[in-house]
């Protein structure tokens, strides 16, 4: 019998986000494993990344649950200097139920810290797993209150901020553009924190469409859940793809559309 816990999706990732296929796990436990050296060039001397005034990137993904496509995301990040809000919209089906996600993450570079930590986000889900989950995040992003249909918790992190799932993927890239070969996160989810820690790969080819033959830098996280994120150098290192390797079900966003008018990185 299929663990029903081990399926909710929380269709963000299926936002990555999890949208990223992360949403298939309930609670990851980092291990060890050997480490990699940095397989890029960090493309920046500070950690934030430049030229971001005022602008925009859009992305569409196709979301399969074992082979079958079962849904689509759309991802918007809006940039104001320093700042960004990122909306993510997805439908899909799971266990036969239609199921609607929508997220509004607001989040900010962090001078003290040299990181994007996440201010506040409100997640809507309906059909499978619904809730209504509003979180609100401390300065240093080291604690939260999360309001889920009306019932509060509060959770605390020693020292890696808490962030949401888009936040997430937006520090992930940041550590690629820093050259980085391994670093751990936390995920804010509804009803417990999630440590990941995360590993970068050398670069490979792989086909997407509509981009044909592309080269990608793989991210495999580890633990009890194991997640692998593919990122685009030549396409700004956006995530272009990510797969669950679960023992059931395998999961997989693909990305079908990019749009950008954010000024291009220079490699």
């Known amino acids: 019998m299929i663990n029903v816990a081990r399926l909710s999706i929380n269709v963000t ?15 990851v436990k980092a ?17 934030i990344e430049s030229g971001i005034q005022q602008c925009s990137r859009t992305s569409h993904y196709d979301i399969y649950l074992s082979g079958l496509h079962t849904g689509t995301m759309k991802r918007t990040e ?4 320093d700042e960004a809000v990122v909306t993510s919209e997805s439908e899909a089906s799971i266990l036969g139920i239609g199921t609607q996600y929508n997220q509004r993450a607001e989040l900010f570079w962090s001078d003290e810290t040299d990181e994007w930590v996440t201010e506040k986000f409100h997640q809507l889900v309906t059909g499978f797993r619904a809730r209504d989950m509003k979180v609100e995040f401390s300065q240093d992003g080291l604690s939260s209150e999360v309001d889920i249909d009306g019932d509060k918790d509060q959770y605390e992190s020693s020292h890696i901020p ?7 993927a937006i520090q992930m890239r940041q550590f690629l553009l820093q050259g980085r070969s391994q670093f751990a996160l936390i995920r804010q989810a509804s009803d417990a924190i999630e440590p990941y820690q995360l590993y970068v790969k050398p670069a490979i080819k792989t086909s997407i469409a509509p981009w044909g033959e592309i080269k990608v830098i793989p991210v495999e996280q580890s633990g009890a859940e194991t997640v692998t994120y593919y990122f685009a150098p030549d396409m700004d290192f956006q995530l272009v793809k ?9 999961g997989v966003i693909e990305m079908n559309a990019y749009t950008t008018t954010c000024e291009p990185i220079v490699q």
């Not at 990223?20 to 796990?25: D, I, L, R, S």
């Not at 291990?31 to 950690?47: A, D, F, L, Q």
């Not at 809006?78 to 200097?81: A, L, M, N, R």
């Open 242 to 250: 990510a797969r669950y390797h679960g023992f059931i079900l395998q």
């Open 13 to 27: 990732i299926a936002s990555l986000l999890l949208m990223t296929v992360n949403a298939f796990a309930t609670e």
């Open 31 to 47: 291990i060890s494993v050997s480490v990699i050296e940095p397989v890029i060039e960090p493309i920046t001397e500070s950690g």
């Open 78 to 81: 809006s940039w104001q200097g």
């Open 162 to 168: 808490l962030r949401d799932v888009d936040t997430l």
